[in-house]
Each structure stands twice: as structure tokens, then as C-alpha cells.
């Protein structure tokens, strides 16, 4: 059982990463709050891209904890991570293009009806559960039936993170959410990431847009050279700060 | 009014659901006695090079894998018969039903290997099987090396019942591939096909897809085999385990429309009747062959399903435009 004192979803302690002669991660330390969206920013090789790979099961780290929820875990798989209620809406947005948006919805996790081991796909039933996935976060909600391929960049990136959040999951991990929009673009995938805070998901976001970090995280980490050198409350920085905590003219 | 059919129609482009499977079965299957025997053997060719061409559309079509080792399952479902008949004087329906499940553990055995391949590497490696396949059962004095392999007396079934036989095998072939692309399976093999690393990454696990897909196209083309050793009455290597099996199927799904569930069946009549009328001409057949193919791949490569559908989008949304 959780204590009301754990107010932490996610800790993570002392995790170390080489691979080989490289050490990305020498020990690097995380916390998320219940409820709210976390920032992880860092110059580039600082080691963000691997923490982050450790928590959603694609890497597994040398040594070091991860604690969800008060309980210890590893994840041998991304299946397993997801699984746990761990979510990451990638980079490269992880869509089928020539699939529609409900197809992708659902792809791995189809819903099904029948009788026995004969199963066809419920598609009816994952349509309407789709739109209204879709439509409680995105206020530009493409028709489920459209193919991706004929979305905007905004709505793909709309489409992957309410498919993230679609499970039921405790955590929501998007690695630059926003880096290949526009200004309006951006914008409506912010509404969207503040809508899903809203609904109680922890986010985990990783960004270079400082301003995007003050105006939507509560809370800050830096990372710099495999290590996580310093965390800030959003209210109480400022992009100036955190541009000095990142190149190290500040110390933590 | 006119929209709203045109609507309808755009919608229902893939008329191959389980409703025209069973009408258009039951038909023909009861239409079978009216038919002289000359047109029940054209008919069985046809159908069984329907049965061919859907098979491979699964591997080739919806999962997009370029198979040429089609030919191991003619050879070996009707190998299969022919032997299984003879040695163990097995009922002609069980013999090749066993067949076909002998076709489709080789399936599972080939696609296993295979599956660590893509693209045009897996084409080759297809095809090596094939040809080890066919430089195997050349030499193998069990199914007598390259000579002709008769098929036993109990074989011998006249024009009507083989036409059954292979009506009865184009209707299961069209039920289970509709059910099998309807499944949360043919969505993933889809999905595979077009973005294995983003489906990877939400986990459809490659291989645990494919293999049933293999064995299910290994199933209903080693069928397919057995009807066709019914219908040769004689068997040889050449005649068998010939790549021109998995060059058939190819053709005739790139020209109908790859990965569709009607390319196979408007391919496989382009290509029939194309066939039978050319043959006159000799070694120009091939030709006019090749040309219809050029063609498809230069003016429509989405085949003539993909032009169809897309013709009916053109219209469709150019009413839209016109009511607006």
C-alpha cells in the first residue's frame, strides 16, 4: 500500500549505464510527482535519451532502482514497461501511416468478439472507443477513420499521445512532443499534454523549449554528463537558470 | 440520391465478404452437372489458380513478403497425395486433407528461417528453397527421382467431382483468408508490412505473427496441390515443384492488386484467358503476357483493384465537391 507521505509515482536511484567504453548514465536519479508533468532537459549526450530508455524497458540499466508506485521494478521489455502503466509516445511517433487512426488505436491491443479461438475484430466497437478517447483530449480531433497518412503533423502527435494515455496507464513518457511542429501545431499538442495532467497521468517530458518546460512542467530536472546535476520547481527558475545548470557555469 | 449510392458503393470497393464467398460457391457447385467436361476443366484451372494466387496474396500481398518458394507446396501437397494414396491405400478426401497439413508444417519449417530475412533477400532465400526442393526430388528414388509418378486408380475421379473438389477448396481458401484479414492477426500482419519498427514498438512481435500466416498459405496451397495432382493424373518433378507456381501467383496478384482481398480472383481471369487464348500464338504468349504486366506496373501499380477503388474515390469526391 502507498503511504500519503509517497507523493512520488516514480523514483528513480543511482541508475548506471555503459555501453562499452561510453558511460551514459553514472548514476542518475529521477523523481515524478503524482499528477504531475515532470521535465527532463539536458544538453545533447547528456544522457536523457538513455534514462529515458531505462524507464520504458528498451535499455536495462547496469545497476541502480526504479521504484513505481512504492514497489521495485524491471522492465525486461517495452511490453513489460507499458504493461507496469509506463507509456512512451516516441520520437518518431510509432504510427502505421497507411493504417486508419483507430487501426493504430488499437493495433497489439484489438478488441475482439466471437466465439471461442475463432476472433474478428470488434472494429465498431474500437471505432467509437477511439473518438472518444480522441475527442476528451484533442480539441482537433481527426475522423478515426481517416488514414495517418493523411493527418498533420499536430494530429499524429494528438493520435499518439491519446493512445498512450488510453490504457489506463500511471505514466506518460513523450521524448520532444513538439520538436517537427509549427507555432499553432505546438500549441494544440500543449492543450492536449495539459488536458492529460488534468485527467491525473504523470508526464514525463522531454524537452529543448525552455519556455514550453516553464509554461507547462511543475518541476525541473537538468541532466549533464550521465548525471541528473539538479532539480527546480518551475516557479522558482527561470530560463536563464537553467541554461547555466545545463552548460555547468552554474553549480547545482 | 446519386451521391449517397456512390457513397455506398465506394465503401463496400472489396466486394469479397463471406455472403458473395458462399453465393457464388454454392452456385457454381450446383451448376456443376450443366456444365460440359471441357468447361469443368477449364473451371477447375481457374479456380485452383485462384486458390494459388489468394494463398500467396497472404504472404506476398498482406504481409508483403516476396515469396518464390510457393512452389515447395504445390509439390508437396500433391506429392503427398500421390503418395499417401499409393503406399497407404488412404480414402481420397482424408489423403488430401493430410496433404495440406504436411504443406503447411513445411510452411512453418521454411517461414522460420526465412522470417530473419526481408525484402528482396527473402525473395532469394525463397527461391534456394525452391530450387534445393526441386534438385532434392529430382534425385529421390522414393518419389522415383524425375520419373513420372503415376497416381493411384482410387485418384481417378471424373470432371464433375474434381470440379467440386476444387469449388470446395476456392470457397474455403476466400472464408479463411476473409476471416484471418478481419482478425486482430491481419491487422498486425498489416501493420508489419507497412511499419515493422513502429509496430515493433507497441508490441506486435514479428515472428509469433508471420509463422500462422505461413502455415495458413502453406495449408491452402498444398490443397491446392493435391486437387491439381487429382486433375494431372501424373506427376513430375518438373511439373510440380516448378517456380513458375510461385511466378504465377506473383503475376497474377501484382496485376489484380496486391494485398487485396478481389485482386487474386480479377488477376487469375486476366491471366487465364490471356493464357488460353494467346497459346495459339506460341512464344509471342509470353510476350503479351510481359507487356500486360509492364504495363500494370508502369500505369497503375496498386494493380487493377487499386485503380478501380481509386476511380470511385475520383468520382465520389468530385460529387461531394458539386453538392457543396
Keep these: 500500500m502507498t503511504t500519503p507521505s509517497n507523493d512520488y509515482i516514480l523514483t528513480a536511484t543511482d541508475i548506471v549505464k555503459t555501453f562499452g567504453g561510453v558511460n551514459a548514465l553514472r548514476g542518475a536519479n529521477l523523481t515524478m510527482r503524482r499528477g504531475e508533468i515532470t521535465a527532463l532537459i539536458g544538453d545533447n549526450g547528456a544522457g536523457k535519451s538513455t534514462l529515458v530508455r531505462c524507464l520504458s524497458g528498451i535499455h536495462q540499466p547496469d545497476s541502480g532502482t526504479i521504484t513505481l508506485d512504492g514497489q521495485v521494478v524491471t522492465f525486461s521489455t517495452p511490453l513489460a514497461a507499458r504493461e507496469a502503466g509506463i507509456e512512451t509516445v516516441h520520437q518518431n511517433l510509432a504510427l502505421v501511416e497507411d493504417l486508419t487512426v483507430w487501426q493504430n488505436f488499437f493495433l497489439g491491443r484489438e478488441k475482439t468478439r466471437g466465439?471461442?479461438?475463432?476472433?474478428?475484430?470488434?472494429?465498431?466497437?474500437?471505432?467509437?472507443?477511439?473518438?472518444?478517447?480522441?475527442?476528451?483530449?484533442?480539441?482537433?480531433?481527426?475522423?478515426?477513420?481517416?488514414?495517418?497518412?493523411?493527418?498533420?503533423?499536430?494530429?499524429?502527435?494528438?493520435?499518439?499521445?491519446?493512445?498512450?494515455?488510453?490504457?489506463?496507464?500511471?505514466?506518460?513518457?513523450?521524448?520532444?512532443?513538439?520538436?517537427?511542429?509549427?507555432?499553432?501545431?505546438?500549441?494544440?499538442?500543449?492543450?492536449?499534454?495539459?488536458?492529460?495532467?488534468?485527467?491525473?497521468?504523470?508526464?514525463?517530458?522531454i524537452s529543448h523549449n525552455f519556455d514550453q518546460v516553464l509554461r507547462l512542467a511543475d518541476h525541473v530536472w537538468v541532466m549533464r554528463g550521465g548525471l541528473a546535476v539538479a532539480e527546480r520547481r518551475t516557479a522558482h527558475t527561470s530560463g536563464d537558470e537553467l541554461v547555466s545548470l545545463i552548460t555547468g557555469a552554474l553549480a547545482s | 440520391m446519386i451521391r449517397q449510392i456512390f457513397g455506398f458503393i465506394a465503401k463496400f470497393r472489396d466486394p469479397f465478404t463471406y455472403g458473395t464467398a458462399v453465393v457464388v460457391a454454392a452456385v457454381l457447385y450446383l451448376t456443376a452437372s450443366s456444365l460440359d467436361r471441357g468447361q469443368q476443366n477449364d473451371l477447375t484451372s481457374l479456380f485452383l489458380l485462384m486458390t494459388l494466387a489468394l494463398a500467396w496474396n497472404l504472404v506476398g500481398g498482406y504481409g508483403g513478403q516476396f515469396s518464390l518458394g510457393h512452389s515447395i507446396f504445390v509439390g508437396v501437397g500433391s506429392?503427398?497425395?500421390?503418395?499417401?494414396?499409393?503406399?497407404?491405400?488412404?480414402?481420397?478426401?482424408?489423403?488430401?486433407?493430410?496433404?495440406?497439413?504436411?504443406?503447411?508444417?513445411?510452411?512453418?519449417?521454411?517461414?522460420?528461417?526465412?522470417?530473419?530475412?526481408?525484402?528482396?533477400?527473402?525473395?532469394?532465400?525463397?527461391?534456394?528453397?525452391?530450387?534445393?526442393?526441386?534438385?532434392?526430388?529430382?534425385?529421390?528414388?522414393?518419389?522415383?527421382?524425375?520419373?513420372?509418378?503415376?497416381?493411384?486408380?482410387?485418384?481417378?475421379?471424373?470432371?464433375?467431382?474434381?470440379?467440386?473438389?476444387?469449388?470446395?477448396?476456392?470457397?474455403?481458401?476466400?472464408?479463411?483468408?476473409?476471416?484471418?484479414?478481419?482478425?486482430?492477426?491481419?491487422?498486425?500482419?498489416?501493420?508489419?508490412?507497412?511499419?515493422e519498427l513502429g509496430a515493433a514498438s507497441i508490441g506486435v512481435k514479428r515472428v509469433r505473427t508471420l509463422l500462422p500466416v505461413w502455415a495458413l498459405s502453406g495449408l491452402l496451397t498444398g490443397a491446392m496441390g493435391a486437387v491439381y495432382a487429382v486433375q494431372q493424373g501424373t506427376l513430375t518433378v518438373d511439373g510440380t515443384f516448378n517456380i513458375q507456381f510461385s511466378l504465377d501467383a506473383a503475376i497474377i496478384c501484382v496485376i489484380g492488386g496486391l494485398g487485396t482481398l478481389s485482386g487474386p480472383f480479377i488477376g487469375a481471369i486476366i491471366i487465364y484467358f490471356l493464357r488460353k487464348y494467346s497459346a495459339e500464338y506460341q512464344n509471342y504468349a509470353l510476350l503479351i503476357e510481359a507487356v500486360v504486366l509492364v504495363i500494370v506496373v508502369r500505369f497503375f501499380p496498386a494493380g487493377i483493384v487499386g485503380l478501380i477503388s481509386k476511380g470511385f474515390r475520383a468520382i465520389v469526391h468530385r460529387r461531394a465537391a458539386a453538392q457543396k
Design chain 1, 115 to 205: 466465439f471461442g479461438p475463432i476472433r474478428w475484430l470488434d472494429s465498431r466497437r474500437m471505432k467509437r472507443e477511439s473518438a472518444v478517447l480522441l475527442a476528451d483530449l484533442a480539441v482537433n480531433a481527426p475522423p478515426v477513420t481517416n488514414r495517418v497518412r493523411r493527418l498533420s503533423g499536430g494530429q499524429r502527435q494528438a493520435v499518439s499521445i491519446a493512445r498512450a494515455a488510453g490504457w489506463g496507464s500511471k505514466i506518460v513518457i513523450m521524448d520532444e512532443p513538439t520538436a517537427a511542429l509549427g507555432v499553432q501545431e505546438t500549441a494544440r499538442v500543449e492543450a492536449v499534454i495539459t488536458r492529460l495532467k488534468e485527467q491525473g497521468v504523470a508526464i514525463l517530458l
Design chain 2, 79 to 195: 506429392y503427398a497425395t500421390a503418395v499417401i494414396l499409393t503406399l497407404l491405400g488412404w480414402p481420397l478426401i482424408p489423403t488430401m486433407i493430410i496433404a495440406a497439413v504436411m504443406s503447411a508444417l513445411i510452411g512453418l519449417l521454411l517461414a522460420y528461417p526465412l522470417l530473419r530475412l526481408r525484402g528482396p533477400y527473402l525473395a532469394v532465400g525463397s527461391l534456394g528453397m525452391a530450387v534445393a526442393a526441386y534438385g532434392w526430388m529430382i534425385n529421390w528414388d522414393f518419389t522415383k527421382a524425375s520419373q513420372a509418378y503415376a497416381m493411384p486408380k482410387e485418384a481417378q475421379v471424373d470432371f464433375a467431382t474434381m470440379y467440386q473438389f476444387a469449388t470446395v477448396l476456392l470457397l474455403i481458401a476466400i472464408v479463411s483468408i476473409v476471416a484471418l484479414v478481419r482478425s486482430p492477426l491481419g491487422l498486425r500482419l498489416v501493420a508489419l508490412r507497412d511499419n
